[in-house]
């Protein structure tokens, strides 16, 4: 139900921007999550945007590089990676699910709904 797009080759300083969209919904009252798993590691979780009031959380590593944001499209939510760096390189998830406490908003079990991934690679 939801899938992602956007990812790709890059090299390290580029930038990418996902987007993670919904087929059947809106993400009205929904929170909104990327997650990542890199080579041979556990998934991650990434930034997450609660849709309604638009309050957004990240990974210490990318804040000041990523930026979630959903503009005027019911059911599309974008991450914007700036200054990619190689340990970026992961496969990125998106994820979303009503009712996602706040507590728990970096956790992949809060979520039902999930993509089947976009790769990134960021090369040196």
């Known amino acids: 139900q939801l899938a992602e797009s956007g990812g790709g080759l890059v090299q390290a300083g580029g930038s990418l921007r996902l987007s993670c969209t919904a087929s059947?919904?809106?993400?009205?009252?929904?929170?909104i999550a990327w997650f990542r798993q890199p080579p041979g590691k556990e998934r991650e979780f990434v930034a997450a945007?609660?849709?309604?009031?638009?309050?957004?959380y990240y990974l210490e590593s990318v804040k000041g590089r990523f930026t979630i944001y959903r503009d005027s499209s019911p059911n599309t939510v974008y991450l914007q990676m700036n200054t990619l760096k190689p340990d970026d390189t992961a496969l990125y998830y998106c994820?979303?699910?009503?009712?996602?406490?706040?507590?728990?908003?970096?956790?992949?079990?809060?979520?039902?709904?999930w993509g089947q991934g976009t790769q990134v690679t960021v090369s040196s």
């Open positions: 945007i609660r849709w309604n009031s638009r309050h957004t």
């Open positions: 059947g919904r809106t993400f009205r009252d929904h929170t």
């Open positions: 994820a979303g699910d009503k009712g996602v406490i706040l507590s728990s908003t970096r956790s992949a079990a809060s979520y039902d709904y």
